[in-house]
């Protein structure tokens, strides 16, 4: 039985002393690189409206990100831990129970350090995106009063706004297509819906005839919202933080907070409700959520 | 002058077909029967029509181009206080009922 312990067979994870009986999931291998960084990228400048490819491309952005989050090592560990290989053998006497000896998840160079948590935790609410506003560039020019005589669900009347106003219920957005060829998409819910959405109007303009592409896609706006679940004393943070804040009651009945970094406005109610715009990305409303947070905390009402 | 709007209708067509028929008129004789047919169903719908009719049903599509609405709508209720009409799908075509003298049909 020593015997089987001296000789072990090359990559095999966990060097366990009860012995090469014991199957091991195969933990480290040399093929499977440590997010080395060259995750195929699909290629993304095709001409084609195709939903079914969008789709496609979204999803493979879901498993790459996952993919990635995996790799990085994340503490608590998802997915696969790296393993130190053990090359010497090992002369012990076999512990009692199944426990095998190397367990615990040592330090290598891929497992990052969680930095010491702040003095004040994260507030633990994440707003809600309530609104995406993207423009995408068709890339010709379009004959508004065709689209608008053979699509459905479009309106057209040029002497009060020069656009078609088009609408699908699925994502539920609004578009406005312009005879440029430059369109608006509003409503959608997320960054993906958005695309999602402007590609599909896109291909019902290319199925009236027009020759339409998908160039320079740009989310221009997003709009979160949350709720602090307290009451808030909006007179107390206009004194305090005059130089970022607006507040006329008898104008409009909630604060306007304009952060700087990041550049983001933030409506804040008595009620605790918080209303946060101006995003280029997700990240800077989460941002700024976290920022005005412990201010609203410092300006609770107690009463 | 009056909406051609009419013409696409049980009545409307009905009169058309007779028109057609009539080969010892001149086109140009059923044309003016046809735009004096327009001037009086438009007057006589504005002037002599009293009672209201309530629908209500889920909108399939809608349109608005040279100012003029069309809807498809389905599973649509007819209501008026007497009776009750259900229909599968419906297409509503309206034009603005200010007098803005549109002839598009």
């Known amino acids: ?38 995750t195929p990228q699909p290629v993304t400048n095709t001409n084609s409206l195709s939903l079914l490819e969008e789709q496609q491309r979204q999803q493979q952005q879901q498993q790459q990100q996952q993919a990635s989050a995996q790799q990085s090592g994340m503490p608590g560990g998802s997915g696969q831990t790296p393993q130190l290989y053990h090359s010497q053998t090992v002369t012990t006497t076999t512990l009692p129970g199944n426990t095998p000896l190397y367990n615990t998840t ?35 020019k379009l004959d508004l009063k065709t689209i608008a005589l053979r699509a459905r669900n479009a309106e057209y009347n040029p002497k009060r706004f020069a656009a078609v106003i088009m609408r699908i219920r699925e994502p539920r957005t609004t578009a406005l297509i312009f005879s440029s060829g430059k369109m608006v998409c509003t409503g959608a819910k997320s960054e993906e819906q958005s695309r999602l959405a402007a590609r599909k109007y896109a291909r019902v303009v290319q199925k009236l005839g027009f020759p339409a ?19 808030i004393r909006l007179e107390g943070l206009v ?13 409009f ?14 409506l804040i109610f008595v009620s605790g ?20 947070y412990p201010i609203l905390k410092g300006f609770r009402k107690t009463t | 002058m009056a909406y051609q709007l009419y013409r696409n209708t ?20 059923a044309l003016q029967v046809l735009l004096q047919f327009d001037k009086a169903i438009n007057t006589a719908l504005a002037n002599r029509v009293r009672n209201r009719v309530n629908f209500k049903g889920s909108l399939n599509t809608y349109r608005f181009c040279d100012n003029v609405w069309t809807f498809v709508l389905n599973d649509v209720e007819f209501r008026e206080v007497t009776d009750l009409v259900k229909v599968d799908k419906v297409k509503i075509v309206a034009c603005d009922g200010k007098n803005t003298g549109n002839t598009a049909e």
């Open chain 1, 106 to 140: 040592p330090l290598t160079p891929m497992t990052p350090i969680t930095p010491a948590t702040p003095a004040s935790e994260s507030s633990g609410i994440v707003p809600q995106l309530q609104n995406i506003v993207s423009t995408v560039n068709l890339g010709c």
């Open chain 1, 213 to 231: 592409k998908f160039l320079d896609f740009k989310i221009q706006n997003m709009v979160g919202s949350c709720d602090v679940k307290f009451p």
């Open chain 1, 253 to 266: 009945p909630g604060l306007i907070y304009r952060m700087i970094k990041p550049r983001i406005v933030l």
């Open chain 2, 10 to 29: 049980t009545l409307g067509n009905s009169l058309q077909e007779s028109l057609d028929e009539l080969i010892q008129i001149t086109p140009q004789l």
């Open chain 1, 239 to 251: 004194l305090t933080h005059q130089q970022f804040s607006s507040y006329e009651p008898e104008l």
């Open chain 1, 273 to 292: 409700k918080v209303v946060l715009t101006g995003a280029k990305v997700r990240g800077e409303i989460y941002e700024a959520f976290e920022n005005i």
């Open chain 1, 1 to 38: 039985d020593m015997e089987q312990n001296n000789s072990l067979p090359p990559f095999q994870g966990l060097a366990s002393p009860q012995g090469a009986l014991t199957p091991v999931m195969p933990m480290f291998s040399p093929m499977m690189p440590y997010g080395s960084g060259l």
